[in-house]
């Protein structure tokens, strides 16, 4: 097993009447252990060009039932006014704008096999040029977390 | 306008052969432009006792933060699950409009921009009914 911690820190020194400094650190352990650490990542970075069309940045796959994984995703764009759209499933989850981040459990189970589309995480750029989007994703180890070969 | 900052460390040494160390900051501003949000909920706790679906953030609602949080404006929201982990089987999933995004296990926290409007719901259901505490809140224009 391997040891991986996700922090947050949280901060404003005018965003209330007094000072906000929130902090949280989980480890990240396969679904039903209380020590098993996740042993399986990917980390990779794309640019997302605008083509009125969505992709899929981490499939979901038919081996993740009952599995535990994590998503990091970040748009690197430095221009304000230009965000990607993150989806699940075709529901939206938001948008990154430039300099954002998210970071979520994800349920990576594909029902339908590899390929038919259910629960990957997609990217769309709708304005701007090119976004550098950059993720990463922590996955327990019971099975292959690739997409099968033949698409 | 209000600095409100988002900031985040993912560190392994040993998941692959060099260690992995991610680090990245993000100022909270309004959709498209370089000006900090000023609303928040406040951080908020809430127990639930039930392994039924639940609304934790309703877009439905005609006013409060429901009626700032539009796809066209900026949104995030921070949520962790505050129980101990326990036996690793005990977890809430949490789901926007109908669809699972994913488990938070005890101990567990997700950072996320939410589109919002109508119907985009930020719900959960708990594997069981046994108390299960959340804390959450929501960053928004």
């Avoid at chain 1, 069309?53 to 535990?68: K, M, N, R, V, Y």
């Avoid at chain 1, 006014?81 to 529901?91: D, K, R």
């Avoid at chain 2, 600095?3 to 309004?30: G, H, K, Y």
Wanted: charge should be negative.
């Amino acid at each position: 097993m391997a040891t991986t911690t996700a922090s947050i820190t949280l901060t404003s020194s005018d965003l209330l009447s007094d000072s906000l400094a929130l902090s949280a650190t989980t480890t990240l352990y396969d679904d039903s252990t209380t020590a098993t650490g996740l042993t399986q990542c990917a980390v990779g970075s794309v640019k997302v060009h605008v083509t009125g069309g969505s992709f899929d940045l981490i499939p979901a796959l038919a081996s993740a039932e009952d599995q535990t994984q994590y998503v990091y995703i970040a748009n690197k764009n430095t221009t304000a006014a230009n965000y990607v759209l993150i989806s699940m499933y075709n529901e939206i989850i938001g948008r990154l704008y430039a300099g954002d981040w998210m970071f979520i459990p994800w349920n990576a189970y594909d029902p339908g096999g590899d390929d038919s589309s259910k629960n990957d995480i997609e990217v769309q750029a709708l304005v701007g040029g090119p976004q550098v989007v950059e993720y990463a994703v922590f996955t327990e180890t019971s099975a292959t977390n690739l997409d099968a070969s033949g698409d | 306008m209000a600095t409100t900052t988002a900031a985040i460390s993912i560190t392994s040494s040993d998941i692959m052969d060099n260690a992995v160390s991610i680090s990245n900051t993000a100022t909270l501003t309004t959709a498209g432009t370089d000006t900090g949000l000023t609303e928040t909920t406040g951080l908020a706790r809430k127990k639930f006792a039930t392994g039924s679906n639940t609304v934790l953030l309703d877009s439905a609602l005609a006013s409060g933060i429901a009626a700032d949080v539009t796809a066209a404006k900026s949104a995030k929201v921070y949520i962790r699950n505050i129980n101990d982990r326990g036996d690793g089987t005990k977890y809430v999933t949490i789901l926007i409009t109908a669809v699972e995004v994913g488990r938070l296990y005890g101990g567990d926290w997700m950072f996320f921009p939410w589109e919002g409007g109508s119907g985009k719901d930020v719900e959960f259901t708990a594997s069981d009914s046994t108390e299960t505490t959340l804390e959450f809140m929501v960053f928004h224009e």
